[in-house]
């Protein structure tokens, strides 16, 4: 039902006796592909770092409006939440409009909800402009900034998307430090102001995801040479229908094509001609978009109907809280330990910002050898953070935790190769739809872990439990990714039995 990511990202000669039936595209894993990994590392330098950095503006929004901990909090878990929640939509975009214009209008979205927050007068406005505006715009441009890496990788996915996401440890540092003295400086009100200005370089990031065009390597335009398979159709749809059009070869063009239409006389009748051709093709690329979405979550090749990719989000939904608790609420655990005095001098929450940078790009460079499985990777990276949950609270001194959340930082690296492995369980061409479900998913996680925390701590005073059953529920999303494997190990044993039996 799904083609593998390897039938993605080549030329298709329209000749079906050439011997060379597909030739790498000369932007695959070259050229202007290191120019999608820097746009995804701004992306996250300015989305997920400026999310990591709320800590500070949260401080302001306690002492300007006098609010509990607790409701102030959703304020920062709604924008968080939403970035990610949102994604399985943000997939409907994508197919419809293009990586490019979904993430230069999410750019817009997220500026907006900055600039519109600096004027706030209690905490509820902030829950509308900043948790729900800047959250849609941060998961409008966050989510074609993952998948423009993927079509544009094949031999160094991991690595690509591991030197990618690093933006999101380098974003917290210095997102940090730039809230903290603009906070000091200017308010926080202006703060917020300068800082929706500075997200208008999502728009910048957005414009230089350019999609995969045509060769243009001296093969006549009419002729027999190769042409792009487009990122949304899998290879045998291409063999099945045969020769595309015209109309199939503009769609290759990516967003571009609407420049293409042909010269015709000069004067109105032109332009309403051009006017027409633009309507019609607006309105095929909608209705192509939203069925592709339909098609992909309730059709016939619905997601859904891939039990590995449903286990995948069930691990998803338990998965991402073990990595958020840590962050938000060791400031509170490292007081209740009497450990101020150490964390100032060298923050809990850095090492594990540190360490994440590097795991991302260590894990991604080793999935990426041929006698590595990503699976593997990526599943031994989990189970050295669940136990690493399991641990944490049972240390109370700074060189135990400092260990623990150096291997947390480390562990949490995984997250670079969440793209890589969704791409291998479903198809490059599915690979919008299905990394918004699992982002959404996470999303959802995110949003209920920290206050499930602080409930949790509410009635037993310890932050233990918390940690314990989250752990735990993070072991049963691991196993649901280690039952399907053996499933379908056992089916095949039985198939192959069974049909030497009938022998």
């Known amino acids: 039902m799904y083609t593998s990511h390897e039938d993605i990202g080549y030329d298709f000669e329209e000749d079906p006796k050439d011997k060379k039936a597909r030739q790498p595209h000369p932007d695959i894993d070259g050229g202007w592909a290191w120019m999608m990994v820097l746009s995804s590392f701004l992306v996250h330098i300015l989305i997920m770092g400026s999310q990591m950095a709320l800590g500070v503006l949260n401080v302001e929004w306690l002492e300007e409006f006098q609010q509990s901990r607790g409701l102030t909090a959703w304020v920062s878990s709604l924008t968080m939440g939403i970035t990610l929640i949102v994604g399985p939509f943000i997939g409907l975009f994508i197919n419809t409009c293009g990586c490019r214009r979904t993430a230069i209008v999410g750019g817009l979205l997220n500026a907006l909800g900055w600039v519109l927050s600096a004027y706030a007068a209690n905490v509820h406005y902030l829950f ?58 200017y308010g926080w009100r202006n703060a917020m102001f300068i800082q929706g200005a500075v ?28 042409r792009v398979l487009p990122p949304a159709r899998s290879a045998e749809s291409v063999r099945s229908e045969g020769r595309p059009g015209r109309a199939a070869e503009k769609e290759a063009g990516g967003e571009d094509a609407l420049g293409d239409a042909p010269e015709g006389p000069a004067g109105p009748p032109r332009d309403a001609l051009r006017a027409l051709k633009t309507v019609g093709w607006l309105t095929v690329r909608v209705r192509r978009g939203c069925w592709d979405w339909y098609a992909g979550y309730f059709g016939a090749a619905s997601l859904f109907t891939n039990r590995m990719f449903v286990a995948f989000i069930f691990w998803a939904l338990f998965a991402y809280s073990s990595f958020v608790i840590p962050f938000i ?27 994440h940078i590097f795991g991302k790009v260590m894990l991604g460079a080793l999935a990426d050898l041929p006698c590595i499985s990503v699976w593997n990777v990526f599943l031994l990276a989990n189970f050295s953070l669940v136990l690493c949950i399991f641990t944490l609270p049972s240390l109370h001194t700074y ?105």
């Open 199 to 226: 997200s208008l370089n999502l728009c910048v990031c957005g414009a230089l995801m350019r999609p995969l065009s045509p060769r243009t390597d001296g093969h006549p335009p009419g002729g027999a040479g190769p």
């Open 329 to 355: 609420h060791l400031p509170e655990i490292v007081n209740l330990y009497n450990l101020s005095e150490q964390n100032d001098v060298f923050p809990l929450t850095s090492i594990i910002a540190i360490l």
């Open 399 to 503: 060189a135990g935790l400092a260990v623990v959340c150096a291997l947390i930082g480390f562990s949490s690296g995984y997250f670079s190769l969440m793209p890589v492995v969704t791409e291998d369980l479903v198809g490059i061409e599915h690979l919008a739809n299905a990394y918004g479900i699992i982002i959404g998913a996470n999303g959802i996680s995110a949003l209920l872990g920290p206050p499930f925390a602080g409930w949790i701590y509410d009635i037993t005073q310890k932050y233990d439990f918390s940690f314990y059953i989250c752990g735990l529920l993070y072991m049963v999303g691991i196993l649901f990714l280690l039952i399907q494997p053996c499933i379908r190990i056992t089916e095949q044993f039985r198939r192959k039995h069974s049909d030497g039996a009938r022998v």
């Open 128 to 185: 509308i402009t900043f948790g729900v505006a800047a959250g849609l715009g941060g998961g409008m441009a966050y989510l074609p900034a993952v998948v423009m890496v993927g079509r544009y990788f094949q031999k160094r996915r991991a690595l690509a998307q591991g030197l990618s996401t690093t933006g999101t440890g380098f974003g917290t540092f210095l997102m940090t430090v730039l809230l903290k003295y603009l906070c000091a400086e």
